[in-house]
């Protein structure tokens, strides 16, 4: 697209993967495997390429790739992407530069081959005077949940929704990439739990339930309201982690 002005636009198929068609793979696998978000509304690294050369804003950005610095052995080669829509990226590993790529309209992404150690790789993307970074870190044992609202103040008229993730990190606070515990949710308050879900492609989980495996470190919950204004708090927890809590207020 970027190489040929001759091309009036684009379109993905699709954004969002949905239930169905899951070519090439057969079952358990039952949804869709090529959008750019997943079934949860949890963005795929691909969500980051869009973004690096769609954004409406034109705001600086910066993606790592993979977002798993933990599952790895000590010198694996790991390769690296980058998507931006800077002019340079600088990629560091522990705070030591592996050196800088220039990007232009026609990159699709930026790559350096790491020997994997542990600690925080950190992609820093440059453009004019801005500067942005991205980082992924090699986390611990899992300890806790942690839970996050996209909105934490709805109707309450029976429909309005809001949509909960939650995620499993360690003792500092670090998603747990490869952690897939059950999460049991109870919500308490004029609301109800109407959907769980992970994003997992290959899950035959129900969702219309209250509790959900961890899928890469990650479950949603969906939350409606009633008719009756209030707080609805929602609390998410695992065997032994430390549960995770959130409230919504709901208002006429």
């Given at each position: 697209m970027e190489r040929r002005s001759y091309m009036a636009g684009e379109f993905i198929w699709t954004g969002f993967d949905y239930i169905g068609e899951p070519t090439p793979y057969g079952w358990p696998a039952k949804s869709s495997y090529f959008g750019a978000v997943d079934t949860a509304g949890f963005p795929k690294d691909i969500f980051y390429f869009y973004q690096s050369h769609w954004s409406r804003d034109g705001a600086l950005m910066v993606h790592l790739v993979p977002a798993d610095w933990t599952s790895w052995a000590a010198g694996q080669t790991?390769?690296?992407?980058?998507?931006?829509?800077?002019?340079?990226?600088?990629?560091?590993?522990?705070?030591?530069?592996?050196?800088?790529?220039?990007?232009?309209?026609?990159?699709?992404?930026?790559?350096?081959?790491?020997?994997?150690?542990?600690?925080?790789?950190?992609a820093r993307a440059v453009r004019g005077d801005t500067s942005a970074t991205d980082e992924v870190t090699t986390a611990g044992a899992?300890?806790?949940?942690?839970?996050?609202?996209?909105?934490?103040?709805?109707?309450?008229?029976?429909?309005?929704l809001a949509f909960i993730e939650a995620d499993?990190?360690?003792?500092?606070?670090?998603?747990?990439?490869?952690?897939?515990?059950?999460?049991?949710?109870?919500?308490?308050g004029p609301?109800?739990?109407?959907?769980?879900?992970?994003?997992?492609?290959?899950?035959?989980?129900?969702?219309?339930?209250?509790?959900?495996?961890?899928?890469?470190?990650?479950?949603?919950?969906?939350?409606?309201?009633?008719?009756?204004?209030?707080?609805?708090?929602?609390?998410?927890?695992?065997?032994?982690?430390?549960?995770?809590?959130?409230?919504?207020?709901?208002?006429?």
């Open positions: 790991v390769p690296v992407h980058v998507y931006s829509n800077g002019t340079s990226v600088e990629l560091l590993l522990n705070g030591k530069s592996l050196g800088s790529k220039t990007l232009s309209a026609t990159t699709g992404h930026l790559q350096w081959d790491v020997p994997f150690e542990t600690g925080t790789l950190t899992a300890a806790k949940v942690v839970l996050k609202v996209d909105r934490d103040q709805i109707a309450a008229d029976g429909a309005d499993i990190v360690d003792a500092k606070g670090v998603l747990v990439p490869r952690a897939s515990q059950k999460l049991d949710f109870v919500v308490t609301g109800a739990i109407v959907g769980v879900d992970n994003g997992n492609p290959i899950s035959t989980e129900p969702y219309k339930a209250s509790s959900r495996l961890a899928f890469s470190g990650k479950a949603l919950a969906i939350v409606q309201a009633n008719a009756t204004a209030g707080t609805i708090s929602v609390t998410a927890s695992s065997g032994s982690l430390i549960a995770g809590t959130a409230t919504i207020t709901t208002r006429r």
